[in-house]
């Protein structure tokens, strides 16, 4: 079974930058996409960006040129850059991960991170 935490979570003012981190571990899983998803108070959570085990990234609408996704593949762990933070990014942040073991596909969540953006 894969591990997933993330952290990095806390309280910023408008436009103001928070790193965020995902740690995935597990033995005989191959880790292939990574992405991180949110959830505001009242609403499904919604699909924020995602990074392939080939590196090629892709970003919801809402948070193009201001969040930057990366991974560290030999670490099996993933970032979230996000600048210029806007109120409406107030949610609980989540890392999800994509594993194989032999043929089977996984999906995998982490216990998420509060992310506050107010003045």
């Known amino acids: 079974q894969v591990q997933v935490v993330d952290s990095g979570g806390g309280l910023v003012q408008p436009g103001e930058s928070l790193r965020l981190s995902c740690a995935a571990s597990?033995?005989?899983?191959?880790?292939?996409?990574m992405g991180w998803y949110r959830q505001a108070p009242g609403k499904q959570r919604e699909w924020v960006a995602t990074i392939t085990g080939t590196g090629s990234t892709d970003y919801a609408d809402s948070v193009k040129g201001r969040f930057t996704i990366s991974r560290d593949s030999a670490k099996n762990t993933m970032y979230l850059q996000m600048n210029s933070l806007k109120p409406e990014d107030t949610a609980v942040y989540y890392c999800h991960v994509v594993t194989v073991r032999d043929t089977t596909l996984s999906n995998a969540w982490g216990q998420g991170t509060q992310v506050t953006v107010s003045s």
């Open positions: 597990g033995n005989g899983y191959r880790i292939t996409n």
